[in-house]
């Protein structure tokens, strides 16, 4: 079993949509959640980090259940900018270092 | 604030060849991290430097070696080149502050043929 899984997709939704992406990961130690963006042949940057508590970041909504060991991200009103692949993202302590672990990412278009 | 660097941008290789990659941060970080991205694999954790004078082996450490060379700088090599390392190879660093956000450098990708 992969430690972080996602649906690869693609999502193709009109803009003005809403869609959510799930992730479940395996690692019960794991200590921080993430969603990453990553355009096409660009480097990964940060998203947007989660909290149990859940939070939100404009038309972005993270979710995080410790107990089911599940994340999930909405995104409202989708716009055409927001085409990329989204990465679930695990960090969990090494005794030496933060390991952050990938999932291989769930891709969004968004059309006109 | 450059962020984090590397280079080359692009390489092709030939089988049995060696080079060294190379990647820079100005952002005073601990932490160092190689990763390769594969399609349908997502990206794979190579090597990790926990901090100056020490590394770590990844999830796929084999055919490669790093250096932590001083906090700044942590290469990646390949002594001798194999076509199952063509990739897209990725240095990051990361904020052990509060956030733990990571930052990527803009990707090698390399060829070997």
């Known amino acids: 079993r992969k430690e972080v899984e996602q649906d690869p997709g693609p999502f193709n939704v009109p803009e003005g949509a809403t869609v959510a992406f799930n992730c479940t990961y395996s690692?019960?130690?794991?200590?921080?959640f993430f969603w990453y963006r990553q355009d096409c042949r660009k480097e990964p940057k940060l998203l947007m980090s989660v909290y149990s508590s859940g939070n939100e970041d404009g038309r972005f909504t993270a979710q995080l259940n410790r107990a089911s060991q599940y994340i999930s991200l909405l995104i409202r009103d989708s716009k055409l900018s927001d085409s990329a692949t989204y990465l679930c993202?695990?960090?969990?302590?090494?005794?030496?270092?933060?390991?952050?672990?990938f999932g291989t990412g769930t891709r969004l278009q968004v059309t006109l | 604030n450059a962020g984090v660097t590397q280079t080359p941008k692009f390489q092709v290789l030939k089988t049995g060849q060696s080079m060294t990659l190379q990647c820079a941060q100005d952002m005073n970080h601990n932490s160092m991290y190689w990763y390769r991205q594969d399609p349908g694999m997502g990206l794979r954790l190579i090597y990790y430097?926990?901090?100056?004078?020490?590394?770590d082996k990844g999830e796929v450490p084999n055919g490669y070696n790093v250096s932590r060379l001083n906090k700044r700088e942590f290469s990646l090599r390949l002594e001798s080149a194999a076509p199952s390392q063509t990739s897209v190879y990725f240095c990051a660093s990361i904020d052990r502050g509060t956030s733990y956000e990571q930052y990527f450098g803009p990707g090698t990708r390399l060829t070997v043929t």
């Open positions: 993202v695990v960090r969990t302590y090494t005794g030496t270092a933060s390991k952050l672990t």
């Open positions: 430097s926990a901090s100056e004078g020490t590394t």
């Open positions: 690692n019960s130690a794991s200590q921080s």
